[in-house]
């Protein structure tokens, strides 16, 4: 594997993110998007380690008791769907990365804008089946297009609206991102072509996978999540600015 780098990236990128909750897949494709490799292939490797990242993450935070099914349902039943959807739409490389940058661009605001009473443990609101239903729909059909998990925009926002507490919203992003990861991919299936350099994912997902599980670990037992989340806004920031530099021309 050429730009033996990458992996480096990969397993920094999967630690962070994994202790906010996050796959990582934003940071992923912004990486292997500077590399220039295949539109499709990088869409499904971001979606790929995003499942691994999340997995180990979720299977976490089921055995702190951090999930809470009832009040994550409504959110997923819409946006699986509609994550499957997105995927399957035609869009040209070039609206596929000012998508993206844009995406990232808004996702940094979201990540950033928070304020101390954001990350206590709040008291949890009552389930709005419609809100929920709604806001999972429409990340979900914008997650399945760019081909991340959509976590990173729906964490910041059910912090603003303090739907739970701040551990059990990571918890809710870990599920979010898995499911709708999983529509995405079989959204792409259809248009996949034959040249996908497998190998590649593979190495890609040991060091994701090794990343996941160390980042899943520091997130839940030392980090304070206002750093993580300001941090990660950063980095999404950056990702962002470089994507649209490179493809809006």
Not at 116 to 131: C, D, M, P
Not at 141 to 164: Q, R
């Amino acid at each position: 594997m050429q730009h033996f780098e990458i992996i480096f990236f990969f397993l920094i990128i999967a630690a962070i993110y994994a202790s906010v909750g996050f796959g990582g897949g934003s940071s992923y494709l912004a990486v292997l998007a500077l590399y220039a490799l295949p539109f499709h292939e990088i869409r499904l490797n971001a979606l790929i380690c995003n499942i691994i990242v999340v997995t180990g993450g979720t299977i976490i935070f089921i055995r702190n008791k951090q999930v809470n099914l009832k009040k994550i349902l409504p959110l997923v039943l819409v946006s699986v769907p509609m994550a499957y959807i997105g995927a399957r739409l035609r869009i040209s490389e070039h609206v596929f990365f000012v998508l993206l940058g844009c995406s990232l661009l808004s996702a940094s605001v979201l990540l950033w804008i928070k304020t101390k009473s954001n990350y206590a443990e709040v008291e949890a609101g009552k389930v709005n089946y419609l809100k929920d239903g709604a806001l999972g729909g429409a990340i979900g059909f914008l997650s399945g297009m760019v081909g991340i998990g959509g976590g990173i925009f729906l964490s910041p926002l059910l912090n603003l609206g303090k739907w739970d507490g701040a551990k059990k919203i990571a918890a809710t992003a870990s599920v979010f991102i898995l499911v709708n990861s999983i529509a995405g991919i079989a959204g792409q299936l259809h248009n996949l072509p034959r040249d996908i350099n497998y190998n590649r994912i593979a190495i890609l997902c040991v060091a994701v996978f090794a990343g996941g599980q160390i980042g899943s670990r520091l997130g839940a037992a030392r980090f304070q999540p206002l750093i993580i989340r300001r941090t990660t806004a950063i980095l999404v920031f950056v990702a962002g600015v470089e994507v649209l530099i490179k493809h809006l021309h």
